[in-house]
């Protein structure tokens, strides 16, 4: 049976947030404080690395002197410890020292960085559980995949693909999480919403918008003459309009 071995190791663990999505980093932290990670394999070897995380989908992230890789349940590395080790700091907290991210498996992909051409900037792309690298390393972010898909940035701009890494959706300035299956997109700091297979459900103009809640609508403004209309949009994009609290189409 394996287990993971901590040696006595004195760390402390804190969450950080991605400042693209508002959502929690890929994983946990931990300072060890110059401790080694220990993992025993099935036949008793014991391998170390500086840090080991949690197993996601029966794989575990490893970096060692700098780099990433990862490991199986038996503790095999499935690819070389080569990819680099990437930092993220939220704006929220700016008074926080650059953090490191470790990456996790998710819908069977786990996204992955090296260094451009010149050493100055880090490049992503995916892996596959065999550690086989199944796009080119062609983005400047990307997203971990749910669902069949995730969101990649390239020269600057944002679009959803597909696990054939076929683009789905149109490029927009920014494109927030599904919720609900519904993902809000924003260019020149006007918004509107799509749905998962990348169509547009409206046209984007609003100058304020909010995710879709569970009765099915979102909130979003329209401002005219220095006032914001409340519209509330539906999931076939149709927009509607609250008077004496009640709820009106804009066609009725």
Do not use: W
């Not at 490991?71 to 990819?83: A, L, R, S, T």
């Not at 020292?97 to 900037?121: L, Q, W």
Request: aromatic share 18%; charged share 30%.
């Amino acid at each position: 049976m394996q287990e993971t071995i901590f040696d006595k190791m004195e760390c402390r663990k804190c969450l950080f947030f991605d400042y693209r999505s508002n959502q929690r980093l890929s994983a946990s932290f931990t300072f060890p404080h110059g401790k080694k990670y220990e993992f025993k394999k099935s036949d008793g070897t014991i391998v170390q690395y500086d840090f080991i995380s949690d197993f996601h989908e029966g794989y575990a992230c490893v970096e060692l002197n700098g780099k990433q890789g990862f490991i199986n349940e038996q503790g095999e590395e499935i690819c070389p410890i080569k990819y680099d080790v990437y930092f993220m700091r939220s704006p929220a907290y700016t008074d926080m020292p650059r953090t490191m991210s470790y990456t996790f498996f998710s819908d069977g992909y786990a996204r992955v960085a090296i260094p451009d051409s010149e050493n100055k900037f880090l490049k992503f792309g995916y892996i596959d559980t065999e550690g086989t690298e199944v796009c080119p390393f062609i983005y400047s972010q990307c997203d971990d995949f749910h669902n069949g898909k995730a969101i990649v940035t390239r020269n600057g701009k944002q679009v959803v693909i597909n696990k054939e890494f076929k683009e789905i959706s149109k490029e927009y300035d920014r494109i927030g999480n599904f919720v609900f299956g519904y993902a809000k997109v924003m260019t020149n700091n006007l918004y509107g919403f799509i749905d998962e297979n990348g169509n547009e459900i409206c046209e984007v103009k609003f100058h304020i918008a909010y995710n879709f809640g569970e009765d099915g609508f979102a909130q979003a403004y329209l401002r005219e003459r220095n006032k914001y209309l409340i519209q509330l949009i539906d999931k076939n994009g149709k927009e509607y309009y609250m008077k004496n609290g009640k709820i009106y189409r804009y066609e009725d």
